[in-house]
């Protein structure tokens, strides 16, 4: 059984510095994974998604990395800015006979103070 | 269309009640999917659609709990006889087709609130 854990479950940084997030899976045998923003209350923003054969994607300040043999992923927010503050999730679609669905971590909330 | 449509956005039940909650996915999406989260936990998969067709439902989804997507456009999830472990932020999502190099669009959820 897929299992994704992220840690630290709640970082607190201040305003203007660089983090990594952290997220591991017990099972290699994935398609993809994906990294959502959720804010208090909401729905889930997208990210980033990363192949199974790649091994980073960029956009803008965020980068993730796969790194699918030893079942870890990570996202790095450059420059953070209190409006990065959210709690991020990882999800992961495992190779599975067919399935559709996500394994998601717990998340990690986020706050950037000013 | 811009995005995943869920309604309504908050839903406050008695335990006992039936709910009924709709998504309207983005429309050239042809894959449909709803998870519930409940507070401090990462979204749980309860079923996906292809078109209307339902393909896969997760043991979470209990007798009380039944899909639909009867034109193969917007999904309807109802809960019937709800209880208080329902209380959760019930989730939808839409992808398309070559799910394997696409990620998930997720709504903004409809949070159901049993008393």
């Known amino acids: 059984k897929q299992e994704v854990t992220q840690i630290p479950a709640a970082l607190s940084v201040p305003e203007g510095e660089n983090l990594v997030l952290n997220c591991s899976f017990t099972?290699?045998?994935?398609?993809?994974l994906q990294w959502f923003r959720q804010d208090p209350g909401k729905g889930l923003t997208s990210l980033l998604l990363i192949q199974s054969s790649q091994r980073e994607q960029t956009s803008g300040r965020l980068n993730a990395s796969l790194d699918k043999s030893s079942g870890r992923s990570t996202l790095y927010i450059a420059a953070s800015q209190p409006g990065d503050s959210a709690t991020y999730l990882c999800a992961v679609r495992p190779d599975m006979g067919g399935s559709e669905k996500l394994v998601f971590g717990k998340g990690t909330k986020l706050t950037v103070n000013p | 269309d811009t995005g995943v449509s869920q309604n309504p956005r908050h839903k406050i039940t008695k335990r006992g009640q039936n709910v009924t909650f709709r998504c309207d996915p983005i429309s050239e999406h042809n894959r449909l999917y709803w998870y519930r989260q409940t507070l401090g936990q990462g979204p749980e998969f309860l079923t996906y659609f292809q078109n209307e067709a339902q393909l896969e439902k997760s043991r979470l989804l209990s007798d009380r709990f039944s899909a639909e997507r009867p034109k193969g456009s917007f999904s309807t999830l109802e809960i019937q006889r709800t209880e208080q472990g329902d209380s959760a932020m019930y989730l939808c999502?839409?992808?398309?087709?070559?799910?394997?190099?696409?990620?998930?669009?997720f709504g903004s959820g409809t949070r159901l609130t049993v008393v």
């Open positions: 999502a839409s992808s398309p087709g070559r799910w394997r190099d696409y990620g998930y669009t």
């Open positions: 099972d290699s045998a994935i398609y993809n």
